[in-house]
């Protein structure tokens, strides 16, 4: 099981975006896969459109047991190879500034329950679900609080999320560093993964020099394919479905991006442990 951040430190820049995005490509690929709603506004859980839950991550970071894990978790509205660990707003009593570290162990613990037999959650969130999830995503609040730290904690991977703006370059770094606060403090299986651009216009000078500076500052950790600005992002999400579903040219766009992010997740996956490796779809274009 591969657990992956989506991660930004400055709000507005299309985190969800991305998260929803890379869910959709994993539900595309068969991949089984459970999205983490951390951020108080728990729009990833909105779009997902899971049924009804008789507890959410909230009640899971107060007690990570296998049974309120169990009650928190539903299967999404997308396919049966997506389930939801729903998020609420009652989250946001869980994002002390300065936490204890077994405050910022919680979701760890929550999650390494899925990764035993005994911690799977039978059938009572839909057909497959005694298999084990290949990949968790956890959609983190713009703010680096007790439930991004917790979710760095958790993590195995981390993709940093930006826009083309002048504010960019000091949003990936203070990600980045909060990454490598987190290997520093423990979590040493912990890598950024790469810097997605999301947002980006056509033949716009800001956003090329933009773009630039961000390559030239991050090298490779910037991911060859960025999101273009395209309408049909929000209109999927609106309609609570995956933007591989969306039947337009920038829809088509943009789901190619999340197919080359899910690849390069999955290659990251092979490098970690072999013995657990998934095929990565192809890399499209």
Known sequence: MLVVATLSLKGGVGKTTVALGLAGAALQHDVRTLVVDLDPQA????ALDPAPTTATVADVLDEPRRSVLHSAIARSGWGDAVDVLVGAEQTERHNHPDPSPKQLDQLRRALQRLTHPE?????RIGDGADEPYRLVIIDCPPSLGQLTRSALAAAHRAVLVTDPTMFAVSGVQRAFDAVQTERQR???????????INRV????TEHEFRISELRELFGPLVLTGVLPDRSAIQQAQGACMPIQRWDTPGAREA???FTLLLGRVLRSDRRRDPSEALAAPPATR
């Open 201 to 204: 216009r056509p033949r716009n």
């Open 119 to 123: 911690g799977l959650l039978g059938d």
């Open 186 to 196: 423990g979590n040493h299986d912990l890598q950024p993964l790469g810097v997605l």
């Open 255 to 257: 789901s190619a991006v």
């Open 43 to 46: 729009n990833s859980t909105i």
